[in-house]
């Protein structure tokens, strides 16, 4: 009943029939308290119950079908069968099936057990949440785990994942989405001089992972530009709002990337120790560049993490001084008026000169009568000033920093 | 005398007699400083001494016994003795004996001698805080700890202990409290057409572990809702109280989950590790799934972690900024009427026109007999005004930072 | 000459004599200085060279000897050779060798032949600072270092080493004082029904590991009681005066209890890998369980580290608080008041309404003559502050945070 | 057809053929955006498919031929069949091809093809970031990278790539720049008595790898001398702008460094783990030289970046420093004066002495009547003055810090 | 040629000729530019060419000759020829050929051939930075290299290097100074009654190791104090100037200790990992403790570093609060007298009560003509002087802190 696995006695121990159905028909709410909903919905459910995300989309199927010289391509939506017949009737080609949308549980559990894939498997593939892996089925069929990601204008990484499923000639991918980054690929293998028309179909699996790997490079890249914008606007003279919150929503991008990056590099790791019979040599040249790859890619990530950790020390230390020039302001100000005021209070006093019965008090006050006295003080208080401007000046609190 | 171990031989080094009765009678004082007298009685005991716990619940006893066509399900409190005739009557079924509370040592003692558990593992079982962990016995058998958590409302994370014993046919578990996570796992017993009637009990062991693991999630969203509201909260305009407090208090709940999960992770992998005549490979497919949801669980927390980092910082500068403000308003406040005070102050001095013989000062503060003197001063400290006010919008001070 | 080595060929390579005398009379100086030269002393001595610490008690020797059904227990201080005498006379009896002090260098040398223990070794006996270890002499016989903890009144870890020689059918503890945490292993052992009698006496080696560990909890326990009660402190309204201070000395006490822990832990996992021939399976379950405490000791620890790290975020954040509070008030009233104070220095102005030749200058200052001047400035100047303090209300300023 | 690859069958499984021409003609744009374009066309392209950075510079080919005796250098540029040769024609000697520049692809492909380079590694070579790192052909070639650093004006660390292929008796290099770090060992070469000309041409790869790490000391000592530099600066009484920008760009060019050199020394230490036949013993005791130069570089990097750590913490310190003086003198001027403002105001309230209707009044102010009242008036604000100073003296606040 | 290797056949693949003169004169500029222009000189040398370093000292030779029973000691300064007669004539003994200084090129190329060293090892000795290493000879020989550090009065850490090479019946040492940490190990073999004397030579090779790791405990005895005093400083009433910078710099001396004692304490893991026939057991066991040593020393300093960190927090928080005391002292001077001034100003106002035309204008500051007036206000204002004082009080502003 598993036509299209090579060796049908090689998962016995799967349990092949999905009697129970999921029973949470397909429905759209996306707001916070759903999801939870939802995920407390699965908590204690059987390993392996597949359950669809609530506003999954319909599935789309394509196939593409090729080797050296021929190449058929057809979308088979809703013709499942015919697709199956396809593949039937041209086991000497290699065909990669591609699946998109989740959103229709009997197809999947029929293509399931048309495949022999695992519930497990199956269920890691449905949750669309699943870091890179690989696990090796015991008749050498591989499944692997590769995590898509695009940089929004928002600053969010958005990340999706495809599923990749080796069988003797074909390749079978699942992922959410109808859009997703394999379009190059797909140009590469329409081409009639495409190498990779001629290699085996495992290495279609590697050309996905490696397609994958080179989006990478423009998030990060999306990401670094961003992080030298936020680094010339610490030292804008008009901050923006909220500074502090961007520079710490990238870092939380980085990370995030980081943490999609790390199990990438370990799958390819895994690849690599392989045995020759899953995996040929000859193609593991290719996963050691994609290794290199995977690596350079964390490199960039650490990076990126140092230079955001060292945004944030600027930002303090900016923040620090703008609040240190507020102070020397306020400083500057007080330091040279309070003595003034205090002068001009003190020839505001009302001691008198000449008492109630009209007798002189000669030592009260006698600068006021004085005819220089206002001329002298205005003078006096023109010195107090200059020396206080030239104290500051040589502390360096006039310059700007 | 050990009628349910397969083998009584197998640990002949265990010693069986337990005469020294442990002394503390159950009692209900939950301060800290019944706690503390309680523990520093165990220190020094001899290893293996049961030490049952200050007001431990009385054992409830339950029995589920299945196989894929039969079920029976009962409760045996107070029974023991029927309980194991039940057992001793159905060899060809598999059993969960399941017991609840931990107040009754003479029982507990009885159990450990018909089910040939070790004294170290049983004082493992009653001490209640035992990491996550596996021990194999040298007949084959398994003792697993699992960690059950809550997150209750007062941000706390409460886990209780599951102590799993598996034997022939039977797999007999150990648990604090009356209440638990694990009723989804029963009615998926109690249903004729689960599965999990048809895997062998070594199989029951496994979904027990996984519906604990299962129910870290709904913690880890709960706390990550909250990570989310006090990001909210951080720049609302009258903070709550004690914010830091709250952030660090959620830190510590994140830390603690990590070291709750970390154990799990690494017994799950010690599983992995065991020779396929203790753990076939149709149960490691499952603990492989298990061990997958456990560096997700993982990788929630880290992700938490570093946004709880970050969090701080936003608080703390926040706080800076808050700082900041407040010095603003200082500054440009006195900025502003310092210098007029000392305007105002200057001509409220009182140097005298005319002098106590009457002969015109001509050079003390003419502009006080200027007939304009009044609306210049005025019109001079407005100037002085505007200027200043330019300067502040110029440095970006009046507007909100 | 080793009456109590089981292979006196055992140890060839080791060299027996002590000829030259360690010189420094035991006295009794603890200061710095005093240290720092006994310390000095040692440096470029041969290995091995023994030196009795300055101040080291004299020694005092008790013999605990016992099997299944007897048990004799006495104090052979100064009488040495009575204790010699004693197990060459019970060979069949399993006997405890307790020493308690170190100051008499020819005792400990005629005990280091008389037991074939090794300088190097018998060097770390007398330093009292070596860390928690492991060593297996060639003929199977063990050497352990223990570090038994207290946690003093003045927040101090206080550290004894406790070491430990296994023979064929003894026990042999060094201590440096006469008081230690194993009075309840001694009860244990006098006690008739104990189960540790009828074990080997390699039990006996593992039962002081564990009794020394036991300790650690209450040490732990006294730690976590003090951080809670300086959390409590950070937010009280006075704080204590140097609170971080304190905080980084229990710090500092955490830290150094990691430090005793690690090599303990790693101590047992190294008695865990010893071969069945020196370390038998059914003594291994023993150090599993303990394996299981230390590590559970090194996680408290670690989770106070947090917690200590949480408290001084949140000192620090206190006192940026409490800052901002003295700030607050300072702008609160200053900002009430300065504009205020320009208004009355305003109209304390002398600028005359009449001039010197009695001329009417009607734009000075008219509303000093209008009747209702005053009241109407009283009531300006209650306006300004109305506005101010409704100003600050929805700024939260007046509001305790 | 790769007349200088000793073995031909070496490498059946790569692509020989590159029929599609990578189309992107050299061109000269700098800016960023451009840099992405670029980089966003490669994503996706298949692996191996080689890509000239624009702007790349012209190949310019040497060959130096050599053995004990006999020495010829020259220059091939646009003159690759002559080259080719002089290979054919002498493969007695040991030769080094040296390529500058990339910007020639049919030259690079035919290069490819004649000496049996795989593309995924030539595509290495063009990338011009690729790590440190040793690939082994099956044929026992060697693809090596090292990556030469230089410490420019304006504090960058600038760094090329230098790409290595041995073959039985030539070295073949690759290099983005016509000028390079490696004319000392040229001029090494070039010498009758040099060494290296005695040793097989697998020492060559060896010494153009150590004069790489070679160079690595004077950047480090030019990054040395300007945290130095850096050190000064902070506690200079004008400290230059933006010095934290500096000292974090500093930190930049030491964290890229050291990810500069833990690949390198990766390198050699997976060289010294190269079998015999691959890599001779008599080459590793060099390479092991090489190795405790590539840990004494990372060493020295670690303690800059210990230094740069410190030097923030530095800088912080000393701008809270500064805030604390500009406080101090903010509160000595006010402390002082405000004190005494108030007493001056005091006695310039207007309180009459006579009643609107000539009663006196002798309760309000009769300071003011008093001979002596100014005078001591002016004697108890210098009291109050004295006094602050003293308290202000003990507190440290007059004294520089 | 090589009289005094074991084995000349041992070594052929080192280059035994230096044909090619390093060139630089000794000469004595320590000045920053100087050492660099040196550095720089040796970029790209061929490896293993030796440089005397600029200032080295001229070589002092000594040996000394021992077995059990006899013991000769002489220098042979400028006697080369001599010392290695006395080498031929007694190989029966054991020597210590002890090399102070390297200031001499050809007697160091005439030592590297007759004892049959490698010029990249001989490199190593002299540029006298290498860490701690081992590397063994093909014929067994070993080459050691320790770090003897030295705490000078102005807080540096100076280390010099101890490089030793093993042979047959010598052990060859090279240091840079004429002063060293090794005449205790010299009394030592003077005395007959050494065990040191009667231990095979490998064994001096090891008490060299031994007595240098001895002299890191008053190293780290001196940093420890001088941390203690530290500590002691920060909350002087006086701190010294500067204080963080000598917090910083003594943390830098523990950094740089760590590094020295890392590598040395690998160097001992490696030496007990090397096989019998190289390093025999009866040494092992030495090496063992100076293992423990090792560790010991890198827990200490591991515990310094945690001290050091602590320090920098204590001193930040410590400068907060005397910012905190700052602001406080300016908030209660500020918050008292502002109040004050104001209604000493109010009543400074010169509101009429006659108008121009001699109507009495009552509602102007009636207060003014009131004879209780004054009196009144100087009990007001003495009640909110009270008022505030309280207030302070209560939130604890008047306390130090």
């Given at each position: 009943?598993?036509?299209?696995?090579?060796?049908?006695?090689?998962?016995?121990?799967?349990?092949?029939?999905?009697?129970?159905?999921?029973?949470?028909?397909?429905?759209?709410?996306?707001?916070?308290?759903?999801?939870?909903?939802?995920?407390?919905?699965?908590?204690?459910?059987?390993?392996?119950?597949?359950?669809?995300?609530?506003?999954?989309?319909?599935?789309?199927?394509?196939?593409?079908?090729?080797?050296?010289?021929?190449?058929?391509?057809?979308?088979?939506?809703?013709?499942?069968?015919?697709?199956?017949?396809?593949?039937?009737?041209?086991?000497e080609?290699?065909?990669?099936?591609?699946?998109?949308?989740?959103?229709?549980?009997?197809?999947?559990?029929?293509?399931?057990?048309?495949?022999?894939?695992?519930?497990?498997?199956?269920?890691?593939?449905?949750?669309?949440?699943?870091?890179?892996?690989?696990?090796?089925?015991?008749?050498?069929?591989?499944?692997?785990?590769?995590?898509?990601?695009?940089?929004?204008?928002?600053?969010e990484?958005?990340?999706?994942?495809?599923?990749i499923?080796?069988?003797?000639?074909?390749?079978?991918?699942?992922?959410?989405?109808?859009?997703?980054?394999?379009?190059?690929?797909?140009?590469?293998?329409?081409?009639?001089?495409?190498?990779?028309?001629?290699?085996?179909?495992?290495?279609l699996?590697?050309?996905?992972?490696?397609?994958v790997?080179?989006?990478?490079?423009p998030?990060?890249?999306?990401?670094?530009?961003?992080?030298?914008?936020?680094?010339?606007?610490?030292?804008?003279?008009?901050?923006?709002?909220r500074?502090?919150?961007?520079?710490?929503?990238?870092?939380?991008?980085?990370?995030?990337?980081?943490?999609?990056?790390?199990?990438?590099?370990?799958?390819?790791?895994?690849?690599?120790?392989?045995?020759?019979?899953?995996?040929?040599?000859?193609?593991?040249?290719?996963?050691?560049?994609a290794?290199?790859?995977?690596?350079?890619?964390?490199?960039?990530?650490?990076?990126?993490?140092?230079?955001?950790?060292?945004?944030?020390?600027?930002?303090?230390?900016?923040?620090?001084?703008?609040?240190?020039?507020?102070?020397?302001?306020?400083?500057?100000?007080?330091?040279?008026?309070?003595?003034?005021?205090?002068?001009?209070?003190?020839?505001?006093?009302?001691?008198?000169?000449?008492?109630?019965?009209?007798?002189?008090?000669?030592?009260?006050?006698?600068?006021?009568?004085?005819?220089?006295?206002?001329?002298?003080?205005?003078?006096?208080?023109?010195?107090?000033?200059?020396?206080?401007?030239?104290?500051?000046?040589?502390?360096?609190?006039?310059?700007?920093?």
């Open positions: 009943m598993n036509p299209l696995s090579s060796n049908p006695q090689a998962t016995p121990n799967r349990s092949p029939a999905l009697t129970e159905p999921a029973g949470a028909a397909p429905y759209t709410i996306t707001d916070r308290e759903a999801t939870r909903q939802a995920r407390e919905q699965q908590v204690g459910q059987r390993p392996g119950t597949l359950n669809i995300r609530p506003g999954a989309l319909k599935p789309r199927l394509f196939l593409m079908s090729y080797d050296d010289s021929t190449f058929t391509e057809q979308e088979y939506t809703d013709r499942y069968d015919e697709l199956l017949d396809e593949l039937r009737q041209h086991p080609l290699k065909h990669w099936i591609d699946v998109r949308g989740y959103g229709d549980l009997p197809l999947i559990e029929q293509m399931m057990q048309d495949f022999g894939l695992h519930p497990l498997q199956m269920e890691d593939v449905l949750n669309d949440y699943q870091r890179a892996k690989i696990d090796v089925f015991d008749d050498n069929r591989l499944f692997m785990v590769s995590r898509m990601t695009d940089f929004t204008r928002d600053l990484i958005d990340d999706d994942q495809l599923s499923f080796t069988g003797p000639n074909y390749v079978l991918t699942f992922q959410d989405d109808y859009d997703d980054c394999l379009d190059s690929l797909r140009t590469r293998i329409r081409s009639n001089f495409s190498t990779l028309r001629r290699h085996p179909v495992l290495y699996a590697y050309a996905l992972t490696d397609v790997l080179d989006h990478y490079y998030t990060m890249a999306a990401i670094g530009d961003y992080i030298e914008d936020l680094e010339e606007a610490i030292f804008a003279d008009k901050r923006p709002r500074l502090l919150n961007r520079i710490l929503r990238i870092k939380k991008d980085v990370v995030r990337f980081r943490r999609l990056v790390y199990p990438e590099r370990d799958k390819i790791a895994e690849i690599l120790r392989l045995p020759e019979e899953i995996m040929p040599e000859t193609l593991k040249i290719f996963y050691r560049d290794y290199d790859h995977a690596i350079q890619a964390l490199d960039l990530a650490e990076s990126y993490r140092d230079n955001i950790s060292s945004l944030t020390d600027l930002y303090l230390s900016d923040q620090g001084n703008r609040m240190n020039e507020v102070m020397k302001v306020l400083t500057i100000i007080s330091t040279i008026f309070i003595p003034l005021s205090f002068v001009v209070g003190l020839y505001g006093m009302n001691f008198q000169h000449v008492d109630e019965h009209g007798h002189l008090l000669p030592r009260n006050m006698p600068e006021l009568y004085s005819p220089w006295g206002y001329p002298m003080v205005l003078f006096a208080m023109g010195m107090v000033v200059a020396t206080q401007l030239f104290y500051f000046y040589r502390k360096g609190w006039l310059t700007n920093r």
